[in-house]
């Protein structure tokens, strides 16, 4: 059985642009949530999608959005990006609704100029 | 303020000796705690998840321990190897508005030298 799939793996972009990243769960799970990585704040959690919608959200600005396909898979995009907001930012899968991060990706590295 | 606490920030032991990891937490209302080991470039990987009714809880040489009166956990690591080198990293969850609410610990760092 496949694992969580994140695309790109490293990703650079400048401040002032935006970025889209994906995550697609194993096979059967429908439920994705959102990471983000840093050294300095650790693991914060992002957002929660389960059947196309977000159930839960973290303490994020809105430049921070995401969304979920019919196929359970995942984009998270954002927007005016900051020096700030580099990092590893990881996906999760879980089968239900309010699951837990069972299963995480190995992330998408992104990096601003 | 949900917090989770861990220490010590980074350890580094010898291959074969046994280590104690500590997460304390003040997460309200408790659900459930779990372990997870991150390698280096990689996603964490869940170690053990313990409900406030367990007080320990195995998985090969790591064993987890929860004291959920004085809310503390630790994860107990015998005879290190030197794949056992990644960050572990405490993750307490709330349940609230019908979903896990989980708060992160920063981690600590363990190397294991030969």
């Known amino acids: 059985k496949a694992g969580v799939t994140q695309t790109p793996r490293y990703l650079i972009k400048t401040r002032g642009q935006q970025v889209t990243l994906s995550c697609s769960p194993i096979?059967?799970?429908?439920?994705v949530s959102w990471y983000q990585q840093t050294p300095g704040q650790g693991l914060q959690f992002l957002f929660e999608?389960?059947?196309?919608?977000?159930?839960n959200k973290g303490n994020f600005p809105g430049r921070f959005s995401g969304r979920q396909f019919s196929n359970s898979r995942s984009e998270m995009n954002v927007s005016t990006l900051e020096l700030g907001d580099s990092a590893l930012y990881l996906c999760?899968?879980?089968?239900?609704?309010?699951?837990?991060?069972?299963?995480f990706g190995d992330g998408t590295r992104l990096s601003i100029l | 303020k949900n917090q989770v606490e861990q220490s010590p920030q980074s350890l580094i032991i010898l291959e074969g000796k046994n280590c104690t990891l500590q997460c304390n937490y003040t997460v309200s209302p408790f659900s459930n705690l779990r372990w997870y080991k991150q390698d280096t470039g990689r996603g964490p990987v869940s170690l053990t998840i313990m409900t406030f009714s367990e007080n320990t809880k195995s998985n090969g040489r790591y064993t987890a321990t929860l004291d959920a009166d004085t809310k503390q956990s630790s994860l107990h690591i015998t005879a290190s190897q030197l794949s056992d080198s990644a960050s572990y990293i405490c993750v307490v969850s709330a349940w609230a508005g019908g979903s896990y609410i989980p708060t992160f610990g920063r981690g600590t760092s363990l190397i294991v030298h030969p």
């Open positions: 999760a899968s879980s089968l239900d609704q309010g699951g837990q991060p069972q299963h």
């Open positions: 999608y389960f059947s196309e919608t977000q159930r």
């Open positions: 096979s059967g799970h429908r439920s």
